[in-house]
């Protein structure tokens, strides 16, 4: 039975992740570069905004808010966004890749996605979850109607793009790299722990931890399908279903 076609050159799997040990600590600076440079940005972003409008309280209390308006939500994300692409560009100078590809089969993964949102869904049945800085009403923000498009279109398409890039692209192989030993299964399972931890951590805020869990097992899955196929096409889109299914829920219930 032949392959699927994918969108990649053919020598892709040899450039994929660093070439060397050396090379993945490259990575991983460059990961730590990108996620301050997004920090730094995204606060310039939303105090520029917040100049702009002529908001009481500025850009902080703004983004504080339980559901705050969509122009600080789509600043925030955005420069935190042009952190991550700083770091792709990084590593890839030297003609590496992060594994950017898909599969015409790669449909279905939308799927997985939102099963997996349903499963997490239905283990916090029961369970009061706090409030987080990184929950839906804070990544859709206040607005309603087409307003709702526009963080909404940047939660399903935009943030699985960016972050799978980020996380899975040059975090996971910079980590697999420097964590290069004779027990392959030790350096791919610590790899994949710090990466899915570190994932999970950046999605919440001070008082929810309780969803620690269920968003560290989301980022295994992601690093397992990046792993296995060598291509970020399956983790996109299974992180693109996972949060379309929260999507839809949270627009019905607006």
Do not use: K
Not at 118 to 135: D, T
Not at 169 to 183: A, D, S
Request: hydrophobic share 55%; net charge positive; with cysteine.
């Amino acid at each position: 039975m032949a392959a699927p076609p994918t969108l990649q050159p053919a020598d892709a799997r040899d450039r994929l992740g660093p070439a060397t040990s050396r090379d993945a600590w490259r990575w991983l600076l460059a990961a730590a570069f990108g996620l301050v440079l997004g920090a730094a940005l995204s606060a310039v972003l939303e105090t520029l905004v917040a100049w702009v409008a002529g908001t009481p309280g500025g850009a902080r209390a703004l983004a504080a808010r339980t559901s705050p308006p969509v122009w600080i939500v789509c600043a925030e994300l955005l420069g935190l966004w042009a952190g991550f692409l700083a770091a792709v560009v990084v590593v890839t100078r030297s003609g590496r890749r992060v594994g950017l590809a898909f599969s015409n089969h790669d449909v279905w993964f939308l799927f997985l996605g939102m099963a997996l949102q349903a499963i997490v869904s239905l283990a916090y049945q029961g369970v009061r979850v706090p409030s987080s800085s990184r929950g839906t009403d804070q990544l859709l923000g206040g607005g309603t109607g087409w307003l709702l498009l526009i963080p909404a279109f940047m939660t399903v398409v935009l943030a699985p793009l960016f972050e799978e890039l980020y996380f899975r692209g040059v975090l996971l192989r910079g980590l697999l790299g420097v964590w290069r030993t004779r027990l392959a299964i030790v350096g791919v399972a610590g790899s994949v722990l710090v990466d899915s931890a570190l994932f999970g951590v950046a999605h919440l805020g001070s008082d929810a931890w309780i969803q620690l869990p269920g968003l560290v097992a989301l980022g295994v899955i992601l690093c397992v399908l990046a792993i296995r196929s060598g291509r970020l096409g399956p983790s996109i889109l299974t992180h693109a279903g996972f949060n379309l299914l929260a999507v839809v829920v949270f627009a019905g219930q607006r």
